[in-house]
C-alpha cells in the first residue's frame, strides 16, 4: 500500500530560525513529489514540485530536496516568519497499476508554529 | 475571484440525511479533484474528472458517495444517508487538465466543512 509518512508531527520555533521538515514515502512507480501548505480552514497551496529526476527545487525561502533512491525527502525553511505558521504536507503521485491516471497520497501534514 | 470556491462553507446535518456539496473550478480548468479531509489528516482522495466524465473513482468510500460534472465545470459531491463518520472538511481542486498525469498543479479551493450530527 502506497504510504507518505511525515516527520515531526508539530514544531514549535521561533521567528528568524530555520527548520527542516522530513517526508518518507513508499509509493510507486514514483511519478512526482510535491509540497504543500496549508493555513488553517484554507485549502492546501502548491510550493514545490520534484520528479524522479530532480533532487532539490527552491521557491523563496522554502528548499525542498528528494532522493528517489531512499524514498525521502525533506523541506528546508529559512528565516522563518510568523506567517510561515500552517501545515505542510507531503504529497506523492504514483502511476496507477492498471495505467491512465496517478493517484495522489498525501501524508499527514507537519504542523508547525512560528513564535514571535 | 479567479479561485476555486466551494459552497457551502458549513453544513450541519442529522444522521440520515442528503446533502450536496458544491464546487466551481478555476474557470478552463478541465480537471476537477474532490478530497476528505479529518481533523489532524492529510487530504484523501476520492474522484477525479476530466471533463465531464469521472476519470477515476476509486477513492470513494462506498456506494452512498457519489459525484458529477454534467457541463465539465461546476461539480456536484453527493452524500446519502449521511453517517457520523462522515463528518470531515471535503475540499476540491481544479488544474489544466493533464490530469493527475502530468504533474499539474492543483489548486484547491477553502473546502465545506461537514459535520453530521
Known amino acids: 500500500k502506497n504510504q507518505v509518512e511525515q516527520s515531526p508531527q508539530s514544531l514549535i520555533i521561533l521567528e528568524g530560525k530555520n527548520c527542516t521538515l522530513q517526508?518518507?514515502?513508499?509509493?510507486?512507480?514514483?511519478?512526482?513529489l510535491r509540497w504543500y501548505k496549508q493555513d488553517t480552514g484554507r485549502g492546501p497551496v502548491s510550493l514545490t514540485i520534484m520528479t524522479f529526476s530532480e533532487n532539490t527545487k527552491s521557491n523563496g525561502r522554502y528548499t525542498a530536496t528528494l532522493d528517489a533512491d531512499t524514498k525521502q525527502s525533506s523541506l528546508h525553511i529559512t528565516a522563518s516568519q510568523l506567517s510561515d505558521s500552517a501545515s505542510y504536507i507531503c504529497v506523492v503521485s504514483a502511476i496507477k497499476a492498471s495505467g491512465g491516471s496517478y493517484i495522489p497520497t498525501f501524508g499527514r501534514g507537519t504542523s508547525l508554529i512560528v513564535h514571535p | 475571484g479567479a479561485g476555486v470556491s466551494q459552497t457551502p462553507s458549513n453544513k450541519v446535518t442529522e444522521k440520515g440525511k442528503y446533502v450536496e456539496l458544491r464546487c466551481d473550478p478555476i474557470?478552463?480548468?478541465?480537471?476537477l479533484y474532490w478530497y476528505r479531509q479529518s481533523l489532524g489528516q492529510g487530504p484523501e482522495f476520492l474522484i477525479y474528472f476530466q471533463g465531464t466524465g469521472a476519470a477515476d473513482d476509486s477513492g470513494l468510500p462506498n456506494d452512498r458517495f457519489f459525484a458529477v460534472r454534467p457541463e465539465g465545470s461546476v461539480s456536484t459531491l453527493k452524500i446519502q444517508r449521511t453517517e457520523r463518520g462522515d463528518s470531515a472538511m471535503y475540499l476540491c481542486?481544479?488544474?489544466?487538465?493533464?490530469?493527475?498525469?502530468?504533474?499539474?498543479?492543483?489548486?484547491f479551493g477553502p473546502g465545506t466543512r461537514l459535520t453530521v450530527l
Open positions: 474557470s478552463g480548468h478541465t480537471a
Open positions: 481542486a481544479s488544474s489544466l487538465g493533464r490530469g493527475l498525469a502530468g504533474g499539474d498543479e492543483q489548486f
Open positions: 517526508c518518507n514515502y513508499t509509493v510507486s512507480p514514483f511519478s512526482n
